[in-house]
């Protein structure tokens, strides 16, 4: 069955995806969100802009229903986790307990996949795995809803503060070290790293899709004849 889906990455607040989904949502099968819904990164929005553009990808996704919608590091820092550059203590009193409902309600996923594409924030590392006892990516949304900080920062010995390293969590990893140990046999598709154009890097038997344009792009996927679409918003 053809299933094309559409990828949105990394929003911050931003209202460009609601331009995104009115131009596709005739045209693919299923609308994946790739998490930091919050921490506008240009001060262009306030935190209650902010926390009613969170409400409004909610209410899509209650009203088309075939989406997902990833966490990434931004949002876990305002239920617990490490701290991002950009973190807002207004903005923190005001979407902490709507992000608690959202995974108590499971409409925040860890990860996502279909066919061979596995979607997360950051990437997810088949070491990072083996360190949490986790045999499949389905063990990782298992064990999110249960304890969602398992997918926090991970203080390791030479692991800098970005995130570069094979045993950090997937809304964490970034590029050269998912490179290195990315769960085999999946196309992964993240965001978090931030680069001015759609990246696809094709490796054996598998690619590593890079999306994170501040929206300026976004991508669609059709999974069974595995291509990618890159679009300028």
Not at 87 to 98: A, S
Not at 144 to 160: E, M
Not at 198 to 207: A, G, H, Q
Request: aromatic content about 10%.
């Amino acid at each position: 069955m053809i299933m094309k889906i559409c990828v949105i990455s990394d929003v911050h607040g931003l209202t460009v995806w609601k331009d995104i989904v009115a131009k596709e949502r005739e045209n693919v099968d299923r609308f994946v969100f790739l998490g930091d819904y919050v921490d506008d990164k240009n001060g262009l929005t306030s935190p209650e802009e902010q926390l009613e553009n969170l409400q409004s990808i909610q209410d899509f996704k209650e009203e088309y229903t075939h989406v997902d919608l990833l966490i990434g590091n931004h949002d876990l820092q305002y239920i617990g986790g490490v701290r991002c550059n950009r973190f807002n203590p207004r903005l923190f009193d005001l979407v902490q307990d709507e992000l608690m409902d959202m995974i108590r309600k499971r409409t925040l996923q860890a990860c996502a996949c279909y066919d061979n594409y596995l979607f997360s924030h950051a990437g997810i590392s088949n070491i990072w795995m083996k360190e949490k006892g986790m045999e499949d990516y389905t063990d990782i949304n298992k064990q999110f809803h249960t304890n969602p900080l398992i997918l926090d920062f991970v203080n390791k010995i030479n692991c800098d503060g970005s995130g570069n390293n094979v045993y950090q969590s997937p809304i964490w990893i970034r590029p050269d070290s998912l490179d290195k140990s990315a769960l085999l046999n999946y196309h992964h598709v993240v965001g978090h790293t931030r680069i001015r154009e759609i990246s696809i890097v094709e490796l054996e038997n598998r690619k590593l899709i890079f999306t994170d344009t501040q929206l300026r792009q976004y991508l669609i996927i059709d999974t069974c004849i595995e291509k990618e679409q890159i679009i300028e918003s």
